[in-house]
């Protein structure tokens, strides 16, 4: 067996060092980079008018529903190499799933602390992935590991103005925006590609765009939703 | 309720998968989140219950026969002021509400509310929940919240007789004082309709109290005041751990409406309705586990007994828990006893002034989405008199909400 291990190394660094060779060296990776802007805000997620309770209910934190991603439709070879066991981090904090979205590759498992003075029971029905991390207190922490591409809507069942978005991705190349909408998607080998545009609350764009042989940056904005 | 049966068809009928991802997953909101709109959708399909009449409610709607619709809504103009209702229909009869109230956190560093208006009741914890929606596995209700006992507000019997006469016929009891008319008995405690009055809370950190003065009672919660008397209720509640939440309760408040204490040789005579009552609920992992205890006594005066004033006392318990068994399959069941007290209805003759009764459910539940849940439930009952005393009802239920 050690044996076979060695073997699929050793194949493996030498189809590596062909891949990279047959490039010559005059290939540059570049950036695609831009801006997400979003026609029309979302509003924040409102609680669901509840005539049981007998007090106003705690304030919870704004969802930001602002946040989009960006990535490739097709991505390089290059992008499906395997990283070691990736981790991220999606906290319950007042009241909320931070952060709202999440992206991440497949493969990748994501840690649910509940950092709430009370329960919290994440679960998605999504087909994608489908999961029930039952009640869970104050400190602690459950996870999940997200084997598929596709989107996954996360929700609380105690909590229902709780929810959040995993975008689980094969490749490597995708953004979440910034504060601003911004985005950049480092290390594009040179190529054709579709850069796709998605947000919650709007239809997603696509682009298509040329990384030129020379590298350097590609500009792609966005502007999604209704005119 | 064929209207309900052709829905129903409808919606399991078709391919939910499609038509599941255009329904609304959340409420509807505007002016920045200030005005919240939500909805609740619930089709119940069972079998007919002519004879017993076990799942009737004080509108008298079967429980596991009913098409439901309920709207709610809540407009915060300012940070501490918010006005809060909710109108219902019963198998598409007549629109009502529910809910309509004001609440005011008059400090905004002290945890302390009031409300007023048609709240929801300050006692044990049932009643408060949108219980056919997410909180719930299970169809039918709490014999202790649902079940029509033999006495009513605005009829009275003038005798023990009278009284047991009506024995395992809440659904449709005359008697000689007061309204003439054949009407349905009350519940312990109503969960379909909610009193009017005022309610303050306050909470801390591992406790919150609960008091409230209204215009009806318990078991006959009223729009507008019916006997010159209030009700006084209360509940306080701890929660020692995340998970755990222990109630005790208490109620007391005029009974008979003003068409029967009219006709009583002494008007001022007690005829109120006292309860006291424990709640609880724990809940870990995948489990929920809830139970409430509910002991309700009726002072009643027999005018056709002059001087009897009897305690017609009556002891509601149920325990139920709900299993989530994957992500979209959970199951849950109930145990479910009401009992009454003994008179003396002659020599060596004391039987309980209703019949008690017995109830079992068991239910499984499927999420389509995460806010449309199908559940399918078995429900049996017993009962120790009537015509028919036992009874069992399988019942199907299509619930949405937004």
């Known amino acids: 067996m050690r044996r076979i291990q060695l073997l699929l190394v050793v194949c493996a660094v030498l189809i590596s060092a062909h891949g990279t060779a047959s490039r010559g060296p005059s290939v540059v990776n570049g950036t695609i980079r831009g801006r997400v802007e979003l026609r029309h805000a979302p509003a924040d997620l409102a609680r669901r008018p509840n005539v049981g309770d007998v007090a106003m209910p705690r304030p919870h934190d704004a969802t930001d529903r602002r946040r989009s991603v960006v990535y490739l439709e097709v991505a390089p070879r290059a992008a499906f190499d395997q990283r070691d066991e990736p981790h991220a981090r999606l906290d319950q904090r007042n009241e909320t799933f931070v952060p709202h979205v999440l992206a991440i590759v497949a ?26 991390l039952g009640r869970y207190a104050a400190g602690k922490s459950k996870s999940v590991r997200f084997d598929r591409p596709g989107i996954v809507r996360v929700f609380c069942d105690i909590h229902s103005h709780m929810s959040a978005f995993v975008l689980v991705f094969t490749h490597r190349y995708f953004a979440v925006t910034d ?18 545009a998605w947000n919650e609350s709007a239809p997603t764009e696509s682009r298509r765009i040329v990384m030129a042989e020379s590298g350097g940056d590609v500009e792609a904005n966005f502007a999604l939703g209704r005119r | 309720m064929w209207r309900a049966l052709l829905l129903l068809a409808f919606c399991v009928a078709g391919p939910p ?59 915060q103009p300012v940070s501490r002021v918010v006005l809060i209702g909710e109108i219902r229909t019963e198998d598409l009869e007549s629109v009502r509400p529910y809910a309509a109230y004001v609440r005011v956190r008059p400090w905004t560093r002290l945890r302390l509310d009031v409300q007023a208006g048609q709240i929801p009741p300050s006692f044990g914890a049932y009643g408060r929940r949108g219980y056919q929606g997410a909180d719930s596995g299970l169809i039918g209700y709490p014999l202790a919240y649902q079940y029509l006992t033999a006495i009513r507000p605005d009829a009275a019997p003038a005798t023990v007789a009278d009284l047991l006469l009506m024995r395992a016929r809440g659904w449709r009891t005359t008697y000689p004082l007061g309204s003439v008319d054949a009407g349905p008995g009350v519940p312990l405690i109503s969960a379909f309709r909610w009193d009017t009055g005022v309610q303050l809370h306050w909470e801390a950190e591992t406790v919150d109290v609960t008091a409230g003065v209204t215009t009806g009672t318990l078991a006959d919660p009223q729009g507008s005041d019916n006997n010159d008397g209030k009700q006084v209720s209360g509940r306080i509640a701890v929660r020692p751990t995340t998970g755990l939440v222990l109630g005790a309760s208490g109620a007391r408040g005029a009974f008979l409406s003003r068409g029967v204490t009219r006709l009583l040789p002494d008007p001022d005579a007690p005829h109120d309705q006292s309860a006291l009552g424990a709640d609880g609920e724990y809940s870990r992992g995948h489990w929920l586990v809830r139970g ?3 002991w309700s006594r009726w002072n009643m005066p ?6 009897r004033i009897a305690n017609l006392d009556a002891l509601g318990a149920w325990i139920e ?4 068994l994957t992500p979209r399959i959970t199951v849950s069941g109930r145990a479910d006893r009401l009992g009454f007290s003994r008179l003396a209805a002659g020599p060596g003759l004391t039987p309980t002034w209703d019949a008690n009764v017995s109830r079992f459910e068991l239910s499984g539940g499927y999420a389509l989405q995460r806010n449309l849940v199908l559940r399918l439930a078995v429900q049996g009952n017993h009962r120790d008199g009537g015509r028919v005393r036992t009874q069992t009802f399988v019942a199907g239920q299509l619930a949405y909400w937004f």
């Open chain 1, 107 to 132: 493969g990748t498992t994501v840690d649910f602390p509940n950092n709430d003075k009370t329960y919290h029971n994440v679960f998605s029905l999504s087909s994608t992935k489908t999961f029930d």
């Open chain 2, 17 to 75: 998968a499609a038509w599941a991802q255009t329904l609304p997953t959340g409420p509807v909101s505007a002016f920045d989140g200030r005005v919240a709109v939500g909805a609740e959708v619930a089709a119940t399909v069972g079998a007919e219950d002519h004879l017993a009449y076990f799942n009737y409610t004080d509108y008298e709607h079967n429980t596991l026969r009913m098409f439901r619709v309920a709207l709610s809504a809540s407009w």
């Open chain 2, 292 to 294: 409430e205890v509910v």
């Open chain 2, 302 to 307: 027999f005018v056709g007994e002059p001087g």
């Open chain 1, 179 to 196: 504060d601003e909408g911004r985005y950049r998607l480092d290390n594009v080998p040179p190529g054709s590609y579709t850069v796709v």
């Open chain 2, 321 to 324: 828990g709900r299993y989530r």
